[in-house]
Nanobody, 133 residues
Framework: QVQLVESGGGLVQAGGSLRLSCAAS????????MGWFRQAPGKEREFVAA????????YYADSVKGRFAISRDNARNTVDLQMNSLKPEDTAVYYC??????????????????????????WGQGTQVTVSS
């Protein structure tokens, strides 16, 4: 198991930026792909972005493509989500997650498996992001 703690959420005006960070401890962080999800009130948790074990492949939900960027630093055991041009509809609790299996790292896995919640075995507690109009 890996323990995950998110930080960096807050209140921002539409058009602004925030950078979320997720700190990992426990099992070998660098072996696993990571993802960010979000959950708005009354809605299901949805995929935002994923990154493979070494950071050279990423995948995004269409709703955030071109505005958000996921990155990782395996030396520091962190994965970040840079969010630009924020919109009110980006308001949600944001969660980072670690993949269940270190084999989930191919481009196919990024597009087909890692957007699904059941591909992940560990979740953080979440951080609130609120975008005002």
């Amino acid at each position: 198991q890996v323990q995950l703690v998110e930080s960096g959420g807050g209140l921002v005006q539409a058009g602004g930026s925030l950078r979320l960070s997720c700190a990992a401890s426990g099992r070998t962080f660098s072996s696993y792909s990571m993802g960010w999800f979000r959950q708005a009130p009354g809605k299901e948790r949805e995929f935002v972005a994923a990154i493979n074990w070494n950071g050279d492949s990423t995948y995004y939900a269409d709703s955030v493509k071109g505005r958000f960027a996921i990155s990782r630093d395996n030396a520091r055991n962190t994965v970040d989500l840079q969010m630009n041009s924020l919109k009110p509809e980006d308001t949600a609790v944001y969660y980072c997650a670690a993949s269940l299996d270190s084999d989930y790292s191919s481009d196919y896995d990024l597009m087909e498996l890692l957007p699904k919640r059941d591909a992940y075995g560990s979740w953080g507690q979440g951080t609130q992001v609120t975008v005002s109009s």
